[in-house]
């Protein structure tokens, strides 16, 4: 099993940035997908959720209306859509999975990880 999450960069305040978390070795259709962050000096927490199974989608408040999940079983791989990026947006982001149906933000319910892509939001 690789996760491997990609897109990361520099942006600027209120800019979108789309992030892509390409799976190998499991078919998105028996998995959820998580999406979480580390910020400097703080820990990593988790931000978005997405069943591969049926879709559906789970966000923090401080993430919600802004950023968006998304899946494509057939490229095996999920998005992360983030628009109106804030500068407390920049963190290493990273994309987890478990082999599960419900979907989490809990870190311990995660099984796989990929390295983590880090988004600078500055102007």
């Known amino acids: 099993v690789q996760l491997q999450a990609s897109g990361g960069g520099l942006v600027q305040p209120d800019g979108s940035l789309r992030l892509s978390c390409a799976a190998s070795g499991f078919s998105l259709d028996d998995a959820v997908i998580g999406w979480f962050r580390q910020a400097p000096g703080k820990e990593r927490v988790g931000i978005a959720s997405?069943?591969?199974?049926?879709?559906?989608?789970f966000y923090v408040n401080s993430v919600r209306g802004r950023f968006t999940v998304s899946r494509d079983n057939a490229k095996n791989t999920v998005y992360l859509q983030m628009s109106s990026l804030k500068p407390e947006d920049t963190a290493v982001y990273y994309c987890?999975?478990?082999?599960?149906?419900?979907?989490?933000?809990?870190?311990?319910?995660?099984?796989?990880w990929g390295q983590g892509t880090l988004v600078t939001v500055s102007s």
């Open positions: 997405i069943s591969g199974f049926d879709g559906s989608t």
């Open positions: 987890a999975a478990v082999m599960a149906r419900i979907i989490s933000t809990m870190e311990s319910t995660y099984d796989y």
